[in-house]
Every structure is written in structure tokens, then in C-alpha cells.
């Protein structure tokens, strides 16, 4: 009779969860992000609830969140209801957060349902116009001839921008001084008022002050030339080692979400990304769309956890 019970429970169960798929949503979808509004993880979320607004005829919303190196927006998806209504705009602090924290209160791995990558921009390496370098190359040797007095800022210990110029540090074997700041406007405001010499930045961030002047892009950190930026070379063809660092965006859904749910979710995402009005506004961001599957997605997410996880215990970097 016990075994019974339990069976029956588990089939109403299943049943309650299939309907509910059927009927998503039916309600007010939240799209959680780990940062203050106006950045690059912002803008894409605000792009993405908008498209599922529109498909879904139910507002989808963006709710910011931002502190703890993005683990309290993480954390509270994390724990919400695997009912689709709560998403996180995830991004690269995802993955690197895995390494640089210790006893988190939740797994990325292991605590979401990845949904889709919806984006990523490579980052660049941008200086202030008046630093004597016209390439990267200059700018090693600049930083050689005059050892610990260049600068580099990022949105500090352990943000994807440190964890770029670390790395930029040690493959060109060069004393530059890291300046942390706590965000990456903040970071971003005194390099282009030349109080501290470059700093890396994704192109969404970086395209508009390129444009203007205020920044001189030198380098573009990925395998390609950028198509927002196809005048800067790679790093590879810069004549220095190359370095491949890209910040990517996605959605992801609390572990045990129903994969009816998972796969509207996807499909609505995928279908809004393939459209020549979202092609286009990506890549006035500066950024470049997916639509992935939720397999490519995981697969994706556990190679950056793994690749990233090296550079951080190689490189001895600490979060703040």
C-alpha cells in the first residue's frame, strides 16, 4: 500500500509538472542580473526580456541584484522555484566564481539549467589616447622600459577584466600595476580621464568611447578580428602571445526546471537572435549572438569553469 502511495504521488507529480509546462507562463517571467543597470550583462538581459514579452504576450522583467562578485543574484536563482518565473542573466563571473570563492552557497554546475548563451563580445585591450603605443607591441615594450609604472585597472580581484590583464602580465612577462575597482564603470571613467594607463573590456563596453576618441582599442582578445571593430587585429597578429578572453551572457534557470519550460524558453530566445532586427542591434552593441542549445550551453559553461579554473590556480589570483 506504501509503495502504492508513493507511486501515485510521483505520477501526480509529474502530471501537475506537465501542466504546468503547457500553461507557461502565466504569469510575470523575473530575469535576475548581478549587476547594476547600464552595464553590458544589463543590456543584454533588457534585450531578452523584451523578446520573451513579445513572444510570450506576459511581461518579462529585469531585476538587478548586483554585490558579491554577482553570487547574490546566482544564489537567489539558485533557490527560487523551478518553475521557469525566476532566470538569471548569467555571464563569465558564473564560471570563474567556481574557483575564486570558497564554500559558495550554491554550484553552478550542479544548481542551473542552462537555457541558451545569448551573446558574447571579446574583450579588447583599450588605452588612453595620450599612452605613447600604437600597437600592443609598443606597449610591451613601453611597459619593459619603464618596469611597475603603467597601470591597468579592472572591476576588480577576480573580475573577468583582472583575470585578462593577469594573463596579459604573465604571457608577455611584464610589471604592470593592477588597480581593482569596485565595478567596471568606475573603472572604465578614470582610464578614459587618463588616470590610469588601459584596461581590458568587452566590446559592448568599449565601442562607443572607441568611436568617440576617448579610447584607442589595440587589441582585440579572441581567435578572429571582431566584426563591430575589424580594423583592430588580434593579438596573435599583434606579434605577441596570443590571448583569447571573451565575456559571454546566457540564460539560466534553477536545476529541475521542467524541460518542456527549458525548451520554450530556448526556442522563443533562439527564434529572437536569428532576426535581422536583433543581428543588428547586437552588433551595434558591439556584441555577437548565439541562441545555443541547453546541451551546448552546459557543454559550454563546463569548459569555461575548467579553463578559467586553471589561470586562476595558476596565477594565484584571490577575489576580493
Avoid at 501515485?8 to 503547457?22: H, I, N, W
Avoid at 596579459?168 to 573603472?187: E, R, S, T
Avoid at 536545476?255 to 543581428?279: F, N, S, V, Y
Wanted: net charge positive; with cysteine; proline share 7%.
Amino acid at each position: 500500500m506504501a509503495q502504492a502511495t508513493i507511486l501515485f504521488a510521483a505520477v501526480a507529480s509529474l502530471c501537475a509538472l506537465s501542466a504546468s509546462a503547457q500553461s507557461y507562463p502565466a504569469r510575470p517571467i523575473r530575469i535576475i542580473v548581478g549587476f547594476a543597470p547600464g552595464g553590458a550583462v544589463d543590456i543584454i538581459a533588457r534585450i531578452s526580456a523584451q523578446r520573451l514579452s513579445e513572444a510570450f504576450g506576459r511581461t518579462a522583467v529585469v531585476e538587478n541584484r548586483p554585490g558579491a562578485s554577482t553570487n547574490i543574484a546566482a544564489d537567489l536563482v539558485a533557490k527560487a522555484a523551478p518553475d521557469g518565473y525566476t532566470l538569471l542573466m548569467g555571464s563569465s563571473s558564473n564560471a570563474t566564481n567556481m574557483t575564486l570563492f570558497r564554500n559558495l552557497p550554491y554550484e553552478t554546475l550542479r544548481d542551473f539549467a542552462p537555457v541558451t548563451q545569448v551573446g558574447y563580445g571579446p574583450q579588447v585591450l583599450a588605452m588612453h589616447p595620450s599612452l605613447p603605443a600604437k600597437s600592443v607591441k609598443e606597449l610591451v615594450a613601453l611597459s619593459r622600459k619603464i618596469p611597475g609604472q603603467l597601470s591597468y585597472a579592472s572591476a576588480g580581484n577576480g573580475s573577468s577584466q583582472h583575470l585578462a590583464g593577469e594573463l596579459f602580465k604573465m604571457m608577455n612577462k611584464v610589471d604592470i600595476v593592477h588597480v581593482p575597482y569596485k565595478g567596471g564603470q568606475p573603472a572604465l571613467v578614470d582610464v578614459i580621464g587618463g588616470q590610469v594607463a588601459y584596461l581590458f573590456i568587452n566590446t559592448l563596453e568599449a565601442l562607443p568611447h572607441a568611436k568617440s576618441g576617448r579610447l584607442k582599442v589595440l587589441a582585440v582578445a579572441s581567435a578572429r578580428r571582431s566584426s563591430v571593430l575589424p580594423e583592430v587585429p588580434t593579438f596573435a597578429e599583434s606579434g605577441v602571445p596570443p590571448l583569447v578572453s571573451e565575456t559571454w551572457w546566457g540564460l539560466l534557470a534553477p536545476a529541475g526546471t521542467p524541460k518542456e519550460i527549458i525548451a520554450r524558453l530556448h526556442g522563443e530566445i533562439a527564434r529572437g537572435l536569428a532576426t535581422a532586427e536583433l543581428k543588428e542591434r547586437f552588433t551595434t552593441l558591439g556584441a555577437e549572438p548565439v541562441g545555443s542549445s541547453p546541451e551546448q550551453f552546459s557543454a559550454f559553461i563546463r569548459e569555461e569553469v575548467q579553463k578559467w579554473g586553471d589561470v586562476v590556480r595558476k596565477l594565484g589570483i584571490k577575489a576580493d
